[in-house]
């Protein structure tokens, strides 16, 4: 056999031997080892001649000796011939891993070549869980960067958690008060969220954690300090080991990332609490963008309920309704507005106004705020239509704005059994009166732009309306709304004057809703510019006085 008596013994073949890179080792079929080189014996210190290779080497590889010269681990050799070369066997040596690679020899014996492939494992294993983690950090940002609903960025991080690296995990949200917000999943599955009033200092790493400190090594935690509010149901009395790390945010902590194991799976190694660190890191970016986001979404929203026109309805007797469409699709607020600043009683002027900034989207919506503030100081001192569009005026030429503003306003009072109608035009289309008869005509004021020059020149009218007639306030969106069969050409003047026509003695709502429903159908697919309307109505049917469930109510007209 290959190093066996008949060649080992020659100096040539034994220098290769001893000097081979590898640590060699011949046994006979017997199971005795005959020779081992140099290597091999600082390998295996018991591996001398005429010793057992049961003795001499780990059960491993003598199972795999045994296996080739019984047979049972040789590939089909004939009757009599050599055992053919095998696999490779695998196993440990001491705090090493060895692939020993058998070379059959023609007496029965085998040289057994021991390579230490300890490293390559190593790489290996360390190849595999950067390509797990690699997974787990795609999988991460995919779930988490696709929504930026709070709620479920926590719940999505704690399901995350206890997938891939706990056996249940809670997020730790920043303290609302005195209560902190937590997040929880348990071995099942289940996402449950709530409040507990509770001092996270308490809790070794938490409060630092909630901090944006570093976070606290898991050998340096004791599970069995862990409060009770803290372990999620199914985990009670069987955590053995514990990871606090905090959720990094936008410029502040986005709260901290508990992780739990049971007992039996061993503590969290130090490559388990760096991927617990990369996690936390991608969710507490999504978690801080989502809260950026919902108070964004919170601040806005309480903007646009302030640039939002108001509801309208009837006031000390007269009917009023109005009705806006801003011109691009998914904003709700633009350049027009309406607004009506009502008298403190029946006997006095409520005054509405209707306007068009100049352009379109957030930008004439920030103006048209501020223009209706202005109104609504100026509004209660009872000066003139003159007086309000100059003081308007004043207060634009010396903001650093460079739009301009239309504006049309219409102090309003019943009297009589009519309504009483001061009209006012600033560089804005008149108004439309609408008569019982179906007539149509335009109210005879007329003016300059607001914010333009030194000097407002404007005209005032007065007329009244009779019950069921309406004055009808609009935006130049209306008129120049384009469409029709070809998409090119103007709604017009013409089209809304007949439009009312057709409105005599409707209400207000009534006349609103059908002039907007004929621009949108005028409009069709095509753009707009914003569209407000509001309709001012002398009301027909007769209504009942105030009452105060005593004296009895009277009828007027």
């Excluded at 080992?8 to 006979?28: K, N, Q, S």
């Excluded at 938490?206 to 300090?225: K, Y």
């Excluded at 650093?400 to 503003?405: A, E, K, M």
Aim: proline share 7%; glycine share 12%; with cysteine.
């Amino acid at each position: 056999m290959a190093g066996g008596p008949a060649t080992a013994d020659l100096p040539g073949i034994r220098t290769a031997w001893d000097a081979a890179p590898c640590p060699a080792l011949a046994v006979d079929r017997t199971g005795a080892v005959r020779r081992a080189n140099e290597a091999a014996r600082r390998l295996l210190p018991r591996a001398e001649p005429g010793t057992p290779l049961c003795h001499a080497a780990p059960g491993w590889l003598a199972a795999a000796h045994h296996a080739i010269t019984s047979g049972t681990g040789t590939r089909g050799t004939a009757t009599g011939a050599p055992p053919a070369p095998t696999a490779a066997a695998h196993g440990r040596v001491a705090d090493r891993h060895i692939e020993a690679h058998p070379t059959p020899g023609d007496d029965g014996g085998i040289v057994w070549w021991l390579v230490d492939d300890t490293e390559r494992r190593r790489a290996e294993e360390a190849l595999r869980l950067e390509q797990r983690r690699t997974a787990f950090m795609a999988e991460t940002s995919e779930a988490l960067l696709t929504s930026l609903n709070l709620e479920r960025c926590s719940e999505v991080t704690a399901q995350l958690a206890t997938r891939h690296l706990a056996d249940a995990a809670v997020v730790v949200a920043p303290a609302a008060g005195r209560r902190l917000p937590l997040t929880s999943c348990g071995p099942d599955g289940r996402v449950t969220r709530g409040f507990v009033r509770a001092d996270a200092d308490q809790v070794p790493g938490l409060g630092e954690a909630l901090r944006g400190f570093p976070p606290v090594p898991a050998r340096w935690i004791d599970p069995a300090s862990a409060p009770a509010w803290l372990i999620p149901p199914g985990l009670d009395g069987e955590v053995a080991s514990l990871v606090i790390t905090p959720l990094p945010g936008h410029g502040v902590p986005a709260g901290a990332l508990v992780l739990l194991r049971r007992a039996g799976r061993g503590a969290f190694t130090d490559a388990e609490e760096e991927t617990a660190r990369l996690f936390a890191a991608r969710a507490g970016v999504a978690i801080s963008a989502a809260r950026l986001y919902a108070e964004q979404a919170g601040t806005t929203a309480t903007l646009m309920r302030e640039l939002l026109p108001p509801r309208l309805q009837h006031t000390h007797g007269v009917g009023l309704a109005g009705g806006y469409r801003a011109a691009r699709a998914g904003e709700r607020v633009g350049g027009d507005f309406y607004d009506v600043y009502q008298a403190p009683s029946a006997g006095g002027e409520s005054l509405v106004v209707l306007g068009d900034v100049c352009g379109k989207g957030l930008e004439a919506a920030v103006l048209t705020g501020k223009v209706r503030n202005a109104l609504q100081t100026l509004a209660p001192l009872s000066v003139g239509h003159q007086r309000i569009l100059g003081l308007l005026n004043d207060a634009l030429l010396d903001s650093r704005h460079t739009r301009f503003v239309t504006l049309v306003l219409a102090s309003v009072l019943r009297e009589a059994g009519r309504v009483r109608l001061r009209l006012t035009s600033a560089g804005h289309p008149p108004p439309l009166i609408v008569r019982t008869d179906g007539r149509v005509h335009e109210a005879d004021t007329q003016g300059s732009l607001i914010g333009v020059l030194p000097e407002v020149q404007s005209t005032t009218t007065v007329t009244h309306l009779a019950p069921g007639e309406t004055a009808l306030l609009f935006t130049d969106g209306i008129t120049e709304a384009r469409g029709g069969p070809l998409g090119d050409e103007l709604f017009g003047d013409e089209r809304l004057r007949d439009a009312l026509a057709q409105c005599a003695g409707m209400p207000a709502e009534a006349v609103v809703e059908r002039v907007q429903m004929l621009a949108s159908q005028w409009i069709g697919e095509g753009g707009h510019d914003d569209m407000a309307v509001v309709a001012i109505t002398a009301p027909r049917h007769a209504h009942l006085s105030a009452v105060d469930g005593r004296t009895p109510g009277r009828y007027t007209a």
